[in-house]
């Protein structure tokens, strides 16, 4: 019997985050394990009139490719890749994995290669998004290898995705109606507005935001979601920021991460595990060591570190930074092949000032 729980969470993506309409070209990517999340949404986008398209893939297949493919097979982009990017409607990424480090083995200069080949495919569908040309959404499936990462049994672990998600409650709509109305509350107020600072014992960091626009995360991009951000003024960030929380790419968990900035570039970068991998990322091109977004966690629903970024970017009483691609929508003209998230917990002697202004002091908004 499927989860009552399981066919809201795909209502909810088809109807609130897509916004599906009759011929839409869906395209849905997924890992195996989320066949279930699939099949409903899949099922669900047909109803409403779409077109879907379902590619599944895993991270051990991509670990198989990577580890065998030379320098020209790593730039190789396949025509159903660009055709996707290039003229899809929607594009859904269901999250899953039966192994949540298959690709830490992969030599990283081959991740970054990767990656650097992919890089004029993903400005595309940001800039495709950004005119509102494409629909996007990140889910994640509740499977027991994430449960395992978040130190969870299954069961607990699926209670905690579907109430981050309001699955749990009669109409999650209307949850995600009311997390809006009071995100766009701080957005309205930062609207105009020039310098933040971040002060904290885990922090020490200015940035412009004069000329950029906060984008309200409400669910429609990421699913669940629950934050505020924008893309900072490039040549802006100065300080210093000692990450708090592990950081998770390409099937390495980085953990004691600390950026140090200045003139808008990170010029010194340090890690207490796996500082390599940080560094090969961060030489991935000339974006790559610049911000391309600074958010406020907003979700209170959510206290809990997990090991996955999707939800762990949103916990009520942090922010975080991504280094590299910016959102065009934004206001950001950072490029790369990268957006990696970096998570600081500012819940205890913090603050955030906004010109001069105290906006966000130990975890909660002032104003």
């Not at 990656?115 to 027991?144: F, H, I």
Request: aromatic fraction near 8%; hydrophobic fraction near 40%.
């Amino acid at each position: 019997m499927t989860d009552p729980r399981l066919k809201k969470l795909a209502d909810l993506l088809v109807h609130y985050s897509l916004g599906i309409q009759p011929g839409d070209w869906v395209w849905i990517r997924a890992d195996p394990v989320s066949e279930p999340l699939v099949r409903e949404v899949a099922a669900g986008a047909a109803r409403a009139g779409g077109n879907p398209t379902v590619l599944m893939t895993s991270d051990a297949v991509t670990e198989a490719i990577l580890r065998e493919s030379g320098p020209e097979q790593l730039a190789w982009i396949s025509p159903v890749e660009r055709a996707l990017i290039e003229q899809a409607d929607c594009r859904l990424n269901i999250l899953g994995t039966s192994n949540t480090r298959a690709l830490t083995s992969l030599d990283p200069e081959k991740q970054k290669m990767y990656g650097q080949a992919r890089r004029g495919l993903l400005d595309t569908w940001m800039q495709r998004s950004a005119r509102k040309e494409a629909r996007w959404n990140v889910v994640q499936y509740p499977c027991p290898a994430f449960a395992q990462e978040a130190d969870m049994s299954l069961g607990a672990y699926e209670d905690f995705v579907y109430a981050a998600c309001f699955c749990d409650k009669d109409d999650p709509v209307a949850a995600w109606d009311s997390l809006h109305a009071s995100q766009q509350r701080i957005v309205d107020w930062l609207k105009g507005k020039k310098q933040v600072a971040v002060k904290s014992p885990n922090a020490d960091l200015t940035l412009s935001v004069e000329g950029r626009t906060f984008i309200n995360s409400d669910g429609r991009n990421n699913m669940p979601s629950g934050e505020v951000f924008t893309g900072p003024v490039e040549d802006s960030a100065s300080g210093w920021v000692q990450f708090t929380y592990p950081a998770i790419h390409g099937g390495r968990e980085v953990e004691g991460v600390r950026l140090e900035f200045k003139d808008g570039k990170v010029v010194k970068a340090t890690a207490e595990k796996n500082e390599a991998y940080l560094l090969s990322q961060l030489d991935s091109d000339d974006g790559a060591r610049t911000l391309g977004e600074f958010a406020i966690g907003t979700n209170y629903g959510i206290q809990r570190f997990t090991k996955s970024i999707l939800f762990d970017e949103k916990i009520g009483g942090t922010f975080h930074m991504a280094v590299g691609a910016g959102y065009p929508e934004t206001g950001s003209v950072n490029k790369s092949a990268i957006h990696w998230d970096f998570i600081c917990d500012l819940r205890q002697d913090s603050e955030i000032t906004v010109d001069g202004e105290l906006l966000y002091k130990d975890g909660a908004f002032v104003i």
